[in-house]
Nanobody, 124 residues
Framework: QVQLVESGGGLVQAGDSLRLSCVAS????????MGWFRQAPGKEREFVAS????????KYVDSVKGRFTISRDNAKNTMYLQMSSLKPEDTAVYYC?????????????????WGQGTQVTVSS
């Protein structure tokens, strides 16, 4: 059974940092792109960042560029999202996802496996 489990969320103040982790089990995703999405209250889920299988190519939504860094450790079957200079508008449930396709997709429909999400709350 394939599982993606996120951790590292929490309540922080504006300007703080957090690192989210996503551990995959049940199969390896070392040859697959992975990504982070988030869903704020009352809003649709949106793309945050994605990373190629080897970690050499990354993509970000404009609102997090320069503040968030996506990375992965294939030996640990783990993906990370380092978030810095957090803002109240970053408050959301953050989901990790893995794609069975190639490339570095940014659309939800390209992702086949999803975690349950971890809450990030940023107070002003």
């Amino acid at each position: 059974q394939v599982q993606l489990v996120e951790s590292g969320g929490g309540l922080v103040q504006a300007g703080d940092s957090l690192r989210l982790s996503c551990v995959a089990s049940g199969r390896t995703f070392s040859n697959n792109p992975m990504g982070w999405f988030r869903q704020a209250p009352g809003k649709e889920r949106e793309f945050v960042a994605s990373i190629s299988w080897g970690g050499y190519v990354t993509k970000y939504v404009d609102s997090v560029k320069g503040r968030f860094t996506i990375s992965r450790d294939n030996a640990k079957n783990t993906m990370y999202l380092q978030m810095s200079s957090l803002k109240p508008e970053d408050t959301a449930v953050y989901y990790c996802a893995a794609s069975g396709r190639g490339g570095v997709p940014i659309d939800e429909s390209s992702y086949d496996y999803w975690g349950q999400g971890t809450q990030v709350t940023v107070s002003s």
